[in-house]
């Protein structure tokens, strides 16, 4: 069964201390991935994508087949990080995209 | 210009009633999506749409329906309203690839009295 997998549901760490938001996926296939951000009652914001390789706001994703993990990551966390963090994958053109349970990072002065 | 957008924002009724929340799109996407956000912020894909045929229906009640008048619209009515369908509903848009990422409308907070 496919399957996303974010095992925290909060994060708290001090301004500066790196980060690290875990999510692993059981899919069939290649999926493609994703994580989205949503900020305190905002709507859900693209952060970045597997396929486009690039570092958002400071963080990166690293697709690792044979962990199928896409773990993301950033060196110093700032105060404005603060926010609720989905991951996604997806398995094929017109599919859903299926976000994880997501996980609060809150980041402290 | 926004890129997607619904409507209303907010939506407090009580329980039994009949709503519907619009949603349309700008950005010429084949694809367009319900979600809902329950309390526990968790997201679940409700419908899918591709150009104005329907391709995804999880389990959701009969008394949700959704309507696709064009690709660029998607609207989500919703009969006889119980406490249980509180929530914040997101409307989305996507090309149709794999790679291409969903834009998310703002939402519409349902409460349900």
């Known amino acids: 069964a496919q399957r996303v997998t974010q095992p925290e549901k909060l994060l708290s760490v001090f301004k500066g201390a790196p980060v690290e938001l875990k999510c692993n996926y059981s899919y069939s296939g290649s999926p493609e991935l994703f994580w989205y951000v949503q900020y305190s009652r905002q709507r859900l914001q693209l952060l970045l994508r597997h396929i486009s390789r690039e570092s958002i706001k400071g963080f990166t994703a690293d697709l690792n087949k044979g962990e199928t993990s896409f773990h993301l990551k950033k060196p110093f966390a700032q105060e404005e990080d603060s926010a609720m963090y989905y991951c996604?994958?997806?398995?094929?053109?017109?599919?859903?995209?299926?976000f994880g349970k997501g996980i609060t990072l809150s980041v402290r002065p | 210009d926004t890129a997607v957008s619904q409507t209303p924002k907010y939506l407090v009724t009580q329980m039994g009633n009949d709503k519907s929340i619009k949603c349309e799109q700008n950005?010429?996407?084949?694809?367009m999506y319900w979600y809902k956000q329950d309390s526990k912020k968790f997201l679940k894909i409700m419908f899918s749409y591709n150009n104005k045929e329907l391709i995804i229906n999880e389990t959701v009640p009969n008394r949700f329906s959704p309507k696709s008048p064009d690709k660029a619209h998607l609207n989500l009515h919703i009969n006889s309203l119980e406490l249980g369908d509180s929530a914040v509903y997101f409307c989305?848009?996507?090309?149709?690839?794999?790679?291409?990422?969903?834009?998310f409308g703002n939402g519409t907070r349902l409460t349900v009295t």
């Open positions: 989305a848009s996507s090309q149709g690839s794999k790679d291409s990422p969903l834009h």
């Open positions: 950005l010429g996407h084949d694809t």
């Open positions: 996604a994958p997806r398995a094929g053109a017109n599919s859903k995209l299926t």
